[in-house]
């Protein structure tokens, strides 16, 4: 099983400035990562994927980066609405039939 | 609007059993590999069952199997999870989720379902 850590755990920044959340797989991944947010009480978002595509309807301030085994998500300008919980995943997997998919442990992403 | 709506949650004693249901709608089911990802309180999410489109490659996660099945019926657009033998640790909010084509992350989730497994 692949293990995805994620760092920080927990993130403040002051709105408008920029956030740098981290991610690893404990093997390479190539390319096949995604980052979800999550908000309390809601479901999880798909933001990212194939490392650096946005989703649709994502802003342009969320961006991402890496391949491999190393990761980063950004988001260039934060809004208050983006206080939230981000998880990555790699999905490099299923190419094999070689299930789980694994999440990170998630980085909560809090507004100063 | 494609949504996946999870129903069948509840509060069951240890060793209980419960089933969980989820209705597709807006999209073509049939063609999508769906899943359940479960969060437990205060933790990440975690990868629990999936079934793709004709139900020929099922697959469950380790802390699950022989005790969780999947299944799904495409013409009634809905995806299931029959739970035994259920623990304590089995408590979390249970999502549905849909799996893009490929090797493709988790595109569309449900609001998910709470289990509470407990005396």
């Known amino acids: 099983e692949i293990v995805m850590t994620q760092s920080p755990a927990t993130l403040s920044v002051s709105p408008g400035e920029r956030a740098t959340l981290s991610c690893r797989a404990s093997q390479s991944v190539s390319s096949n990562l995604a980052w979800y947010q999550q908000k309390p009480g809601q479901a999880p978002r798909l933001l990212i994927y194939?490392?650096?595509t946005r989703a649709t309807g994502i802003p342009a301030r969320f961006s991402g980066s890496g391949s491999g085994t190393e990761f980063t998500l950004t988001i260039s300008s934060l809004q208050s609405e983006d206080s939230a919980v981000y998880s990555c995943?790699?999905?490099?997997?299923?190419?094999?039939?070689?299930?789980?998919?694994?999440f990170g442990p998630g980085t909560k992403v809090d507004i100063k | 609007e494609v949504q996946l709506v999870e129903s069948g949650g509840g509060l069951v004693k240890p060793g209980g059993s419960l089933r969980l249901s989820c209705a597709a709608s807006?999209?073509?089911?049939?063609?999508?590999?769906m899943n359940w990802v479960r969060q437990a309180p205060g933790k990440g999410l975690e990868w629990v069952s999936s079934?793709?489109?004709?139900?020929?490659?099922?697959y469950y996660a380790d802390s699950v199997k022989g005790r969780f099945t999947i299944s799904r019926d495409n013409a009634k657009n809905s995806l299931y999870l029959q739970m035994n033998s259920l623990r304590a640790e089995d408590t979390a909010v249970y999502h549905c989720?849909?799996?893009?084509?490929?090797?493709?992350?988790?595109?569309?989730w449900g609001q998910g379902t709470t289990v509470t497994v407990s005396s």
């Open positions: 079934i793709s489109t004709e139900s020929l490659f099922i």
């Open positions: 807006g999209f073509t089911f049939s063609t999508y590999t």
């Open positions: 995943q790699q999905y490099n997997s299923q190419q094999y039939n070689n299930w789980p998919p694994t």
């Open positions: 194939g490392a650096s």
């Open positions: 989720v849909r799996k893009d084509p490929g090797t493709a992350p988790f595109s569309v």
